[in-house]
């Protein structure tokens, strides 16, 4: 049987199969002799095929050594500082004021942006286009019924933008009226980073409207020398020149000392909510139901909203996530995936006017709309040692500073998922040179009581956990050094008491 060569020709993208005999193919007399046009196209064949075979070695070669340059962002999910390198960890700061329409409404606009779009980069410039779309609607979201006024307390909120790729940008808020207009209207300076800090960006929202009472250049160089500074890590100061006249010459920010709790006031949650509702909120958060929140103060919404999202740690939302809800797009709780959105008080006849879907909850204090199968969600032994442990920090609230709360209640959800999954390392089995496969079966069965297992069951059907067990495949260095120290503490501490 002959040896059929596809060749491409020179004039075109055409091919044609050509029959070669039988035999040797060398410079020797016994050699068939191919016609002229035949042997060019074959030594053009054959020399494409060299070209690629080089090009496909030196991709690979190429792409291992890359991959040997770089172990560890391949193989690890970046911590929110990492994905913020190369970029500035404060982000833009931009002012967005209320400017008349002509049908006699109030639109918010861009008045003000730092940096000047002329200093940023390519790939900034694409990225702050889509920035400035949202921002002015996340800015002031409840509506266009706006009039001048004499007297504005003003209130510091935060929302969500999420990018195609996943990603997170938080916009940090601070609606104000200006000084010395008489009636106006407010305006708000936002601060967007990719680093979640309600706490630290609040102080700095502090120093901004302290300088906006004097004068808006004063902004500038505080601006300036914030973006030149290098964010705090947990627990340690950044200080930059005030430029504040007869106020001193330098100003302090501090990080927070532990890396979830970054942007966590779990004070707003304890005075607002009481410990059963906020585990019934827990429970249908870790199911990944459908969640609304209702109050009327931004700032109520935005910190209540991120304090729930931070009791799911090591897990992540990963789904629709607007701490503070825009009017115009309030028909968001008609959608049948799973979301956590914070909604004004003003808009609730809206809301409940909307076809909602089943096992949608409408939480505000003093009432909620529920399922009615909270309590029985989670296993009732560890729910009533969380409920405790939530009592007991809510009766010393007054006695311990917001840090101090922030790590004590997250404390007692961190033990939850020790205790629950804690073991999920144990089952993952690796390959020697490939990433892991998790055994979920074996996984489920290593667990002794019933009722635990009968939640994880329910569990590891849900988005946060693939996405966290997708990571832990990757590599078999932890992705959450906190949680795995719990873990590893929690296993001693079972170890000393059978010891002992």
């Known amino acids: 049987m002959?040896?059929?060569?596809f060749t491409t020709t020179l004039a075109g993208c055409t091919g044609h199969r050509v029959p070669l005999p039988s035999g040797r193919i060398s410079g020797s007399s016994a050699s068939p002799v191919l016609p002229p046009g035949h042997l060019l196209a074959f030594h053009f064949t054959v020399l494409s095929l060299s070209l690629f075979f080089f090009f496909c070695l030196f991709g690979f070669c190429f792409c291992f050594w890359l991959q040997k340059e770089n172990r560890r962002p391949l193989l690890q999910k970046a911590t929110p500082r990492e994905r913020c390198k190369g970029r500035q960890e404060t982000g833009?700061?931009?002012?967005?004021?209320?400017?008349?329409t002509s049908d006699g409404r109030y639109e918010p606009k861009i008045t003000y942006q730092f940096p000047k779009r002329e200093n940023l980069l390519r790939g900034q410039k694409e990225e702050e286009e889509r920035l400035l779309q949202a921002i002015p609607l996340f800015c002031f979201p409840d509506g266009n019924n706006w009039a001048p006024v004499t007297d504005f307390t003003s209130e510091t909120f935060s929302f969500v933008l999420t990018n195609v790729d996943g990603s997170r940008k938080i916009g940090y808020c601070r609606r104000l009226l200006p000084s010395g207009r008489g009636v106006c209207l407010p305006e708000v300076f936002c601060i967007i980073s990719c680093l979640g800090c309600f706490g630290l960006f609040s102080k700095i929202l502090d120093e901004v409207e302290k300088r906006r009472q004097i004068s808006m250049a004063v902004i500038y160089p505080f601006m300036q020398g914030l973006r030149e500074s290098p964010f705090p890590a947990p627990g340690k100061t950044v200080t930059i020149k005030s430029f504040i006249p007869e106020s001193g010459t330098e100003v302090a920010h501090s990080g927070p000392w532990t890396a979830h709790l970054e942007h966590v006031e779990f004070q707003a949650l304890l005075q607002r909510l009481s410990p059963d509702l906020i585990?019934?909120?827990?429970?249908?958060a870790v199911l990944e139901?459908?969640?609304i929140f209702l109050a009327e103060?931004?700032?109520?919404?935005?910190?209540c909203i991120h304090a729930v999202a931070a009791l799911l740690y090591p897990f992540t939302w990963a789904h629709t996530y607007i701490p503070v809800v825009p009017e115009c797009l309030l028909d968001t709780v008609c959608c049948p995936t799973p979301f956590m959105v914070g909604i004004q008080m003003r808009h609730l006849e809206r809301v409940l006017d909307q076809p909602m879907e089943e096992q949608c909850q409408v939480l505000h204090s003093p009432f909620a709309f529920q399922v009615g199968d909270e309590e029985e969600i989670l296993p009732i032994k560890l729910q009533n040692?969380?409920?405790t442990s939530l009592n007991r920090h809510n009766n010393n609230n007054n006695v311990h500073t917001s840090e101090q709360v922030n790590t004590l209640v997250s404390e007692a959800f961190v033990q939850f998922f020790v205790r629950i999954v804690g073991h999920y390392a144990?089952?993952?089995?690796?390959?020697?040179n490939g990433p892991g496969t998790f055994q979920e079966r074996a996984f489920c069965k290593a667990i002794a009581s019933k009722t635990n297992r009968k939640f994880v069951k329910k569990?590891?059907?849900?988005?946060?956990?693939?996405?966290?067990?997708?990571?832990?495949?990757?590599?078999?260095?932890?992705?959450e050094v906190y949680f795995q120290q719990k873990i590893t503490e929690y296993h001693e501490q079972k170890k000393h008491r059978r010891d002992s």
């Open 385 to 387: 040692e969380m409920l």
């Open 459 to 479: 569990f590891v059907k849900t988005n946060m956990f693939s996405l966290f067990i997708e990571d832990a495949e990757k590599s078999r260095i932890p992705q």
């Open 92 to 100: 833009y700061l931009v002012v967005v004021s209320l400017k008349k």
């Open 297 to 303: 103060e931004l700032s109520v919404l935005s910190q």
């Open 2 to 5: 002959g040896l059929w060569l």
């Open 289 to 291: 139901r459908r969640l």
């Open 426 to 432: 144990s089952h993952i089995k690796w390959s020697k």
């Open 279 to 284: 585990l019934h909120i827990f429970a249908s």
